[in-house]
């Protein structure tokens, strides 16, 4: 039976089998130490001078080659016990080594955190960079909170998790859609969600009430800083509820998340303290202002609720969707608010109309946002009209959408969270790379796998594919 290292100090005295990696390897010339690394840790090993056979093979041993060990667990003597790392007091006696694999000499070192390598390179050797203590530590922390979530809204919040289509049609986010041709109905394509904001609310209409997902989302845009062609949100919609309902649950959420895991850092401000568009951008210049009393506190947290967006704004050569005067600013599902509703239904005073989207921020990143939706069918159509869409091409596009509110939809809202963003900010990372497993480069290249690349004549033909220009 195998031991796991972070279990071995119950084992004192005892023989032991561990399964590991070496992590580093001391040549003392009459003794050999190794420093053996798995999934729960790592411990250092010796292997004494009488112990022939196992000495010969540690010999030959070298960092990264993957071991099966038999050995003894020692207490250290007490001026050799360190208290700062992990297993500083005891010391595996090896009895016997069998190697289960070779390894290369790995690319970089791994002893490190790694943030002065080449990040092309450690994309590349993905698989090695994650051998890594701080992104094995990431990432168990990141499905740690996922399941912590998880509880928090299947068992006390009545929601469902539901994992909706990747193979989709377009949905607007601002952005463009990734496509994939449909070999079976040449010239049609599929669209990858930008979000699942549609399958969401039509989950609402289906009744369900209260959803979630850790939705993968793909947005192709240009290179643009620390974004990610595709990422992970923490998406929800719910039923009957008002703005104050879902802020106040994601509020409770975030709070509890972050005492249980991250009980180091400190909240600013709760509740989160809220503040108009108007406001933000009057006084921060941007929409996501970092209010932070103390910027070189690094466990301070100050999230902040940002409200009262206009619903359209004018378009622009960089809005994708300029076809009429105006477009939406956040999402066309989105309700107005209450006192605007009349302006918006008349098509009146567009510029000032507000909507219900709020956002949250902190430290000055955009973590998330949603808002209240139009669930009735001919309230959502005016938000295609003002943006002059005509009947033609709002039945096309929505079409689905309006039919399925006119049948008896219930008021419903909802917020997603840019869930690597989160992370990255609990974990003290410096970009969201770091907290993605397999990420991409800026340009969108995932070099490990050699994506994107191109396709085989055979899969053109099959697809209906002609291109003219060869990139
Ligand atoms: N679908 C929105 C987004 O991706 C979030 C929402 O409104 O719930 O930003």
């Known amino acids: 039976m195998r031991t796991y290292i972070k279990d071995l100090n119950k084992e004192i005295d005892k023989e032991v089998l561990v399964e590991a990696w070496v992590k ?7 003794m050999i130490f190794l420093d053996l690394r798995d999934v729960s840790g790592v411990v250092q090993a010796v292997i004494l001078p009488f112990h022939k056979e196992a000495l010969e093979v540690s010999n030959a041993l070298r960092t990264e080659w993957c071991v099966s060990i038999n050995a003894k667990v020692n207490k250290r003597p007490e001026k050799n ?37 080449n990040e092309e390179v450690r994309l590349k050797y993905r698989y090695l960079d994650l051998r890594r203590e701080r992104l094995s530590k990431t990432l168990k922390n990141r499905s740690k909170v996922q399941q912590f979530i998880r509880n928090y809204l299947i068992d006390n919040n009545n929601f469902t998790e539901v994992e909706t289509p990747l193979l989709s049609a377009p949905t607007p986010e601002g952005s463009r859609s990734y496509v994939v041709p449909s070999r079976l109905w040449k010239d049609n394509f599929y669209s990858l969600p930008q979000s ?30 620390d974004r990610q062609p595709e990422f992970t949100q923490l998406d929800m919609e719910l039923s009957f509820v008002s703005e104050e309902d879902i802020i106040n649950l994601n ?17 600013q401000q709760i509740p989160f303290p809220r503040m108009s568009y108007k406001e933000a951008m009057e006084k921060y210049g941007n929409d996501r202002p970092d209010i932070r009393e103390d910027k070189n506190d690094s466990d301070l947290l100050a999230f902040l609720w940002v409200v009262d967006f206009p619903m359209f704004e004018k378009t622009s050569e960089d809005n994708l969707d300029g076809t009429g005067e105006w477009t939406f600013t956040h999402n066309p599902f989105s309700r107005p608010r209450d006192e605007y509703m009349n302006d918006f239904v008349e098509k009146k005073n567009i510029g000032n109309i507000l909507t219900t989207q709020y956002d949250i921020t902190l430290n000055g990143f955009e973590i998330g946002g949603g808002s209240l939706r139009n669930h009735k069918g001919d309230i959502l159509r005016k938000t295609f009209e003002i943006m002059g869409y005509d009947k033609e091409k709002i039945d096309r596009m929505f079409g689905h959408m309006i039919e399925a509110l006119d049948f008896g939809a219930p008021p419903h809202g909802g917020i997603a969270w840019g869930f690597d963003r989160f992370i990255m900010l609990m974990e003290n990372e410096p970009n969201i790379r770091e907290v993605i497993p397999f990420a991409k480069t800026g340009e969108g290249k995932d070099l490990m796998m050699n994506a994107p690349s191109g396709i085989s004549d055979k899969q053109k033909k099959e697809l209906g594919l002609k291109f003219e220009v060869k990139g």
């Open 24 to 30: 580093v390897r001391r040549d003392q010339g009459k």
């Open 81 to 117: 016990i360190k208290t700062d790392v992990q297993n500083g007091d005891i010391e595996l006696e090896v009895l016997n080594i069998n190697v289960l694999n070779e390894s290369n000499t790995p690319p970089f070192d791994l002893t490190t955190d790694g943030l002065e390598v």
């Open 196 to 225: 699942p904001q549609q399958y969401k609310q039509l989950l609402m209409v289906g009744g369900i009430e209260r959803y979630f997902q850790f939705a993968r989302c793909m947005r192709d845009e240009d290179t643009r800083g």
């Open 251 to 267: 509020e409770d959420l975030i709070i509890k998340t972050v005492e249980k895991f991250y009980p180091e850092k400190k909240i």
